[in-house]
């Protein structure tokens, strides 16, 4: 199928980087333009691609606490998305959905330094769409909540 599906749309960028404060933020749009490929396509509206959100923001934000702590929290939101294409003569939507993650970052030394950071902190289960050749149109649900501690030392 390539070159029989087109988008257009825009994404903006900000990023602030303060003393103890950094925010990064995005938007992103698009809406699908050359439709030769109908099976990505969504039905109800043709300038949705089968399972990709149409919309989405995302914010990070981190603080220093002093020279050892810090602590981050994001905020990922996605726009419905359509579980299947026109091949399959229906279109069912997965709703909007939004995932926030929080961390703790630890410096013991300049080499060593520690991380706990916790996905999907409420347990949302991001959904994904089954593929176009199931016609179930059941989401799949991704990972739901997860906590990580990670270590790095530079030698």
């Not at 950071?117 to 989401?139: A, C, K, M, Q």
Request: aromatic letters at 12%; glycine letters at 8%.
């Amino acid at each position: 199928n390539g070159g029989k599906i087109g988008t257009r749309g825009f994404e903006l960028e900000s990023n602030y980087i303060g003393e103890a404060w950094s925010v990064l933020s995005n938007v992103s749009y698009y809406q699908a333009t050359d439709r030769e490929a109908l099976t990505y396509i969504a039905k109800h509206d043709e300038g949705l691609l089968m399972g990709a959100p149409q919309w989405s923001i995302y914010s990070n934000v981190s603080y220093d606490i002093d020279h050892q702590w810090s602590v981050q929290a994001a905020a990922s939101w996605f726009s419905e998305k359509s579980a299947n294409g026109p091949a399959f003569g229906e279109t069912r939507m997965i709703s909007a959905q939004a995932i926030i993650d929080l961390g703790c970052h630890y410096r013991f030394s300049p080499d060593l330094e520690a991380l706990l950071s916790i996905h999907d902190l409420f347990n949302e289960r991001l959904s994904l769409p089954v593929g176009w050749n199931d016609t179930t149109y059941g989401p799949t649900e991704y990972k739901g909540r997860e906590i990580s501690v990670s270590a790095t030392l530079r030698f």
